[in-house]
């Protein structure tokens, strides 16, 4: 069992940048593929960004590709996202998700085992 715990959402103006972080307990984070996920209001929730638990695989969603970088630090039990040129679509809760058996990063949700609770991001037209 893992809990993971997000931080640094905010409320930031179009072309702006913000870094989300979210920390996860337990001594196996190095052993989980982790991704993020976000929700925005009226729609369902979409794949933004999986990184492999070795950090060597990333993969994006075509709407975030250039613009958000998913890094980890398994020293720190911690994976970030940093999100640059944000745009109002971006509007979202954004989840951080682990997946403990290492599966190919595909985006699919459902291929996560632990979630977060969850960090606003609102980008202002």
């Known amino acids: 069992q893992v809990q993971l715990v997000e931080s640094g959402g905010g409320l930031v103006q179009t072309g702006g940048s913000l870094r989300l972080s979210c920390a996860a307990s337990?001594?196996?984070?190095?052993?989980?593929?982790m991704g993020w996920f976000r929700q925005a209001p009226g729609k369902e929730r979409e794949f933004v960004a999986a990184?492999?638990?070795?950090?060597?695989?990333?993969y994006y969603a075509d709407s975030v590709k250039g613009r958000f970088t998913i890094s980890r630090d398994n020293a720190k039990n911690t994976v970030y996202l940093q999100m640059s040129s944000l745009k109002p679509e971006d509007t979202a809760v954004y989840y951080c998700a682990a997946d403990r058996r290492r599966r190919p990063l595909r985006g699919n949700d459902g291929e996560y085992d632990y979630w977060g609770q969850g960090t606003q991001v609102t980008v202002s037209s």
């Open positions: 990184m492999s638990w070795s950090g060597g695989s990333t």
């Open positions: 337990g001594r196996t984070f190095s052993s989980y593929n």
